[in-house]
């Protein structure tokens, strides 16, 4: 696995099945696109048993280790060993969105969010902020899904930004709609450096759409942080990144192994691969509950390769206590 836009493809692959999934859900039951009912719980994907997973997994990882004694790296998560001589996350996300979306065909709406995250598209959900908003994937469909919403989108690559910005202007969306900041958002309070901008406590919900897998994790604290201060009272983060033992996770050559759970790829970015006690534990330790936690484990077909992928993502639901 070399690039994030690879990853990028095969969760495409999986969006094509997730909406024929959803297409056989929806002659079933009548599913109105997530307004009424509530899907999120039926709705999780479970293809495969994690568990059966798992045990196959960890033998395919122990085995890369024991071929490679000396260029193991495996080290603690939690601390720096090994991120910083990849040089400054921000550059490398730069670099990367420069190049991948100067190629049009890389644009392509991630609507599945809806279906996975209904709750966006209710009435009571107005303010919504994305975090690392990449090139708008996400943001376009939560314009058009729930009209009444209006998106905060936040990404620290300045390209990343403007193409999101394009993409909203593309779309013919009212300004008023959608405002775009170049922020990064694993580090002090965001937006409060705007001198106080009436952004706390704004928000009924935040979205980490394989964003926090992409934060060095001794500064996830701080991203969880920034999005604790910024929800009102009860608001909510909707959360799907790449879970432990994910196809893409198997796949990374030994060398780029920089802890347990943690990658980097040829272009110097960053890969995470969550387990959900882990996840639900960063949450709660800044003060989040958590509403729901689970896998989504998918399996994929790939016609021109006759092989199956067994793609597994973290999801997650948490909220900001009352008080
Ligand atoms: C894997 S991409 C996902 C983009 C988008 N959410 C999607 O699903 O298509 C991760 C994004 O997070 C952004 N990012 C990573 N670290 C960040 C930080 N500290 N602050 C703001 N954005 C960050 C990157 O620039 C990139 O756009």
């Given at each position: 696995m070399s690039s994030p836009l690879k990853e990028e493809e095969e969760e495409e692959e999986e969006d094509a099945g997730r909406r024929q999934r959803m297409e056989r859900y929806t002659s079933r039951?009548?599913?109105?696109?997530?307004r009424k009912g509530n899907l999120a719980s039926e709705y999780?994907?479970?293809?495969?048993d994690w568990m059966e997973l798992r045990e196959e997994a960890e033998k395919i990882l122990s085995s890369k280790e024991e071929g490679n004694h000396e260029r193991?790296?495996?080290?603690?998560?939690?601390?720096d060993g090994g991120i910083e001589?990849?040089?400054?996350q921000g550059k490398a996300w730069e670099k990367f969105h420069n190049k991948v979306n100067?190629?049009?065909?890389?644009?392509?709406?991630?609507?599945y969010i809806l279906q996975e995250f209904?709750?966006?598209?209710?009435?009571?959900?107005l303010e919504v902020c994305e975090f690392g908003?990449?090139?708008?994937s996400t943001v376009i469909p939560i314009l058009k899904g729930n009209p009444l919403a209006r998106v905060t989108a936040m990404d620290f690559s300045e390209s990343a930004v403007e193409h999101t910005r394009q993409a909203v202007e593309r779309e013919g969306f009212?300004?008023?709609?959608c405002t775009v900041m170049t922020r990064?958002?694993?580090?002090?309070?965001?937006?409060?450096?705007?001198?106080?901008?009436?952004?706390?406590?704004?928000?009924d919900a935040v979205l980490m759409v394989f964003f926090l897998?992409?934060?060095p994790p001794p500064k996830m604290d701080k991203a969880i942080g920034n999005a604790l201060h910024l929800l009102k009272p009860g608001g909510r983060v909707f959360f799907r990144d790449y879970g432990m033992f994910d196809l893409t996770q198997l796949r990374?050559?030994?060398?780029?192994?920089?802890g347990s759970k943690l990658y980097h790829r040829g272009d110097n970015t960053l890969s995470y691969f969550f387990t959900l006690e882990d996840l639900a534990a960063k949450f709660e330790g800044e003060g989040f509950e958590t509403v729901e936690t689970d896998y989504a484990c998918v399996e994929l077909y790939n016609r021109k390769k006759d092989f199956e992928m067994r793609r597994v993502f973290a999801h997650g639901v948490f909220r900001k206590p009352l008080r």
């Open positions: 039951s009548g599913y109105d696109g997530g999780h994907d479970s293809d495969f193991e790296r495996g080290g603690d998560d939690e601390k001589k990849l040089g400054d100067s190629t049009a065909k890389f644009f392509k709406e991630k609507r209904p709750a966006l598209l209710e009435e009571n959900v908003c990449g090139n708008g009212e300004s008023a709609r990064d958002l694993s580090s002090g309070v965001v937006v409060e450096e705007e001198g106080g901008s009436g952004e706390e406590g704004k928000f897998s992409a934060v990374f050559p030994q060398d780029q192994k920089l």
